[in-house]
């Protein structure tokens, strides 16, 4: 586990389908002994990465080594150190969640013997042993997905690929994953997973990746992309809602960039440059007012506002060809980016 | 960055119990095994596939042999020996259709991809799979000749030869079973493998199988004379009455028994390398 050969290595990686280009030359050096996660809109190439990575696809052109295999030249020996769990539960549902396990288990070379044994251990670690002899299709959706992660990781495999994994879940089903995948990382596990969900990325990962149309933009650790890409924030809470566009008004001189309003959390945010400066301004103006405010502060970007910065895009929203001016950033500590509370 | 760390995780009730990685990758015969226990069992445990499948098949086979039978004239022999061995020959095609769409349904939902990343002969995933299909079929054409004998079919010729008849069916079903495969994994969806099997289906009626091809107008017999479904029923029907002549057929038993495992080989050696071509890389 401390062989410096890095995790993942690509250099170059193009992938077009048809008229799309889903990997735009994308280069990315990750190393194990972490969460990597590959954070991304939709459309921006983050499934086909992990696709080629799992030697589902092959890239056009570009190299792509995993733990120092050429992904091109044998795939067969990358499949012997990945396990893969894709945007979908890919379980059988006639089968109980045991049988799910050791068939994938056989599947990975153990015999029948062990092959039982890791999927019992499989099943304690997923917090389904319970649950094991049932069939799948009395499962829930988090479960299926949990007999999913489990089946990814019971053939002990190096590195696990994990696309999307909470997409979908509700917010405790989506903890209960993140606590699994967190003890699989404990127990030694390299994990490269991606999302969209900004928090999931910051939750779990040390390294993010940041990709946009089928490109690396930024990566890092949470706390490097904060400092690197995003100004710090004067972010100040409305008393009432009808103040909101005066304040902004109000806000307006002082911020490196046009305010931000956003209506659900009733709150204004200005990124500046001078943060100490700042607040001492915004108080000011703020007195020659008479806007009640509950609450004003000064504080880091999120991830969000990285996210924001560096693609002139709320996370999430690549896809729609429309406008990216005026949308408000997600509030902080919310799950995602939710289009429809932002328009 | 890229530092290492060593830091020990405390854990909360003692050691995990352990899972331990292979010391090689699965052979071809573990890998076939594993993934026809899942058709098998997935088969045996949704009870509708089988009533469904049972109860669609016996309402066709109702419906040529009492609505549609006395008005096709098959001579001194009654319509339902004529129509039986031909009805569990097409019978292979309602199976085969099922099974394409379970096949493009795991790549729909991603199961395919899951088993295409582990490191396991690719080629042995597939046969597996149409192995377990074909032992399915097999038992789907069991039932159907049962169904057959309960509205009066009746063997003419010998039991080895009715058995070896219905051994030919499994070979066909096998040898088809490749054809619905490779239509499964082209068409990547439930939906669509039902519309393109469609397409197999002329092969059931411009056949042997359910009229005698000379009440055909005469541009189509050719036609109906020279395709696989016709082959096998033939032999089929040969071997169940022990006497091709009582189902108007000039050629010997032997002639349509060779014929038709010879379209069966050709079946398999066109349609088996696309298939495993088509799903080393969709």
Redesign the interface.
Known sequence: ??D?TPLVEAHGLTKRFGDVEALAGLDLVA????VVAILGPNGAGKTTFV?SL???I?PDSGTLRVHGIDAARHP?RV??V???????????E??TGR?NLA??A?????GRR?AA??A???L??MGLTEAGDR?VRTYSGGMRRRLDLG???????RLL?LDEPTTGLDPRSRNELWDAIRRLV??GTDVLLTTQYLDEADQLA??IVIVDRGRVIAE??PAELKSRAGRDVVEVHAHRREDLPRLAAALAPLGAEAPRVDLPTGRVTVPVDEGRAAIAAAVRALDETDIDVDDIGLRRPTLDEVFLALTGAPAGESDDPGDHTHHAPAPAGTDHFDPALAS | MTTMTTTTFPTTTGAPPAILAPERPAGAVATAAAIAGRTIRKFVRTPQLLVVNTISGAMFLLIFRYVFGGAIDTGPLPYVDFLVPGYVVTSILFAGSTAASGIAEDIEKGFTDRLRSLPVPRTALLTGRVLAESAVLTFGLAVTTLIGLLVGFRIHGDVVDALAAFVLCAVFGFAFMWVFAVLGLVARTAQAAQGMSLLIFPLTFVSSAMVPVDSMPGWLQPVADNQPITAMTNAVRSLALGDPSLAGLSQSTTHWVLLSLAWSAALVLAFAPVAVRRFHRP
């Open positions: 586990m401390t410096a190393h194990g002994g972490q696709r799992a030697t589902l092959r067969e499949r012997q990945i396990g893969l769990a894709g945007q979908y539960a890919a379980v059988e006639s089968m049988e068939m994938v056989r599947l990975f070379g153990l062990q044994a890791n019992r251990a499989v304690d670690q069939l089946a990814s990781l019971v053939g002990a495999p690929l404990a127990a040390r390294h890092g650790t």
